[in-house]
């Protein structure tokens, strides 16, 4: 007589998988997105310049009958540069992947198709990072590390804290640790094993030990030091485009006679957090309507908020259900209104800000001579396909490289603004 144990059963078993993948990311693109995909501009030759009139015509004055006409004074013009930036992606197959395509069941081609897809939505997922982000590259502060484990700057008045957690989750990115203002190099190549949110910590596997408080995270080579500077190869987004204090496509928007031209319209509280009430939604709206004649709540613009600040708003019309009678009133994400103009939540969006966008003004710039689409697998003789041949320690391999030229522009800044120092409900 045999006798049947567990164990001796798991000897005879067999396992088996479901079919399919199950994707357990976050793979949303968000709202602002939706609307900048849709547009793009192309942009031919060595560089590209936006001309604009930041002076009127001096020549006019009231004069005596018969008196001398006033001295000519030509109207005054700036010119900006636009600069595309360059990303790239790299995805590897082992050639046991690649043979098996040439199989009668092509047992590999999920894998293959997988890893594509994947690596496609993932610089999808980094365009649009990059679309909200100031052009610095930076992700977050170091504070300390101890061992394995870099602790971030969790402070309420740098918008880089409040934002600490935007991008950065476990296994989505290699970072590199670098310092803010010379942007040497104080740890390269991590990988985010694990992310504490309450105790602001991030484990990551690779060598941290030469982490400092000086240190700022970046995606692994995205931030570098040349000539003693911190440099970035980031695109500049929306926070770099909305803003009074920085130099935005090569002009400084703090020099003289160039600043007021060439700002956004920005209602700070100097880093302290206040509440969002409608007073400091009509200062933007006024200060927008000054600079531009016209009131910002037409169908061209938008608000745009993390769900942190669109929860706060729709809080504030609660108290209005009550007056709603029989209607219901539509409190879902992701979509209110403040004056009548569309108030979305967008989850990428940065913290403790409210952005007003005038949608047609923004665009990506692409090149123009590009084969097809925005990113193209680069072509190796005809094949998509690069063969990696074997060295010391390391098997051959099939590398297939994706890559696209291009920025995010507003040639009109004055027609856009932002709220800071907001706090958020429901977070």
Known sequence: MISLSLATLNDLAYDTWEPGLNDELETVTGSLYSFLQKSSKDVKGRKTFIKFLKGRSLGVANIDEGGAFPEAGDPSYDEAEIYLKRIAATVEFTLDEIDLLNGRDAAALPVVQHKLDDLVR???????????????AKLANAASVSSQVITLDATTTSQIDRDRFNWLEENGLKIDVVHGTTGAAQATGLS??????????VTVVGDASGVTSSGVLVRSGNGYGTGGAYTSREFTGV????SETNTY??????????GYFWKSNVVGNSGTLRPLTLDVILQLINNMNRRTGKAPIDSDHAFFANLGVWSAYGEQLQPAVRY?????????WPELEIFGVPFYGDI???HNNLFLIHKPSFAYRVPKYQERGTFQFQNMDGSMWRYVPATSGYKAKVQSHLTGMMTLVTEHPRMHGRVDDLEELGV
């Open 324 to 332: 709603q009678g029989y209607q219901k009133m539509d409190m879902g």
């Open 192 to 201: 985010i094993s694990n992310i504490n949110r309450s105790t602001n910590e």
């Open 239 to 242: 926070m770099g485009a909305l």
């Open 122 to 136: 993932t610089v999808r997922r980094d365009v649009v990072r990059q679309s909200w982000g100031d052009g610095s």
């Open 348 to 350: 990428h969006a940065p």
């Open 249 to 258: 496509l090569t002009l400084d928007r703090t020099a003289a006679g160039v």
